[in-house]
Nanobody, 117 residues
Framework: QAQLVESGGGLVQAGGSLRLSCAASGSIFNVNVMGWYRQAPGNKRDLVADITNSGFADYADSVKGRFTISRDNIKNTVYLQMNSLKPEDTAVYYC???????????WGRGTQVTVSS
């Protein structure tokens, strides 16, 4: 059974940093893209960043220059280093693994990130 498990969320002050991890295990097939999405209360789930098997990364404009996504293909793990955090980064962060960005793929259960002002 496929499973994505996120970790690393928490409470941090504005300007601080957090590192999220997402480990994939089980019967996960045809994964080319792994990424992070976030959803704040009342908002839809939006892409934060994703990265392909070959290392091509893409970011939402709101996080460019502050967040860095990386991937360990051996460990089937994707990371999100978040620096210079802002209160508006507060959300539940979800990990996704899929064949393409638009594929249904696999989702984790999410990890809460709260940035206080």
């Amino acid at each position: 059974q496929a499973q994505l498990v996120e970790s690393g969320g928490g409470l941090v002050q504005a300007g601080g940093s957090l590192r999220l991890s997402c480990a994939a295990s089980g019967s996960i097939f045809n994964v080319n893209v792994m990424g992070w999405y976030r959803q704040a209360p009342g908002n839809k789930r939006d892409l934060v960043a994703d990265i392909t098997n070959s290392g091509f990364a893409d970011y939402a404009d709101s996080v460019k220059g502050r967040f860095t996504i990386s991937r360990d293909n051996i460990k089937n793990t994707v990371y999100l280093q978040m620096n210079s955090l802002k209160p508006e980064d507060t959300a539940v962060y979800y990990c996704k693994a899929a064949r393409t960005r638009d594929s249904l793929g696999y989702w984790g259960r999410g990890t809460q990130v709260t940035v206080s002002s």
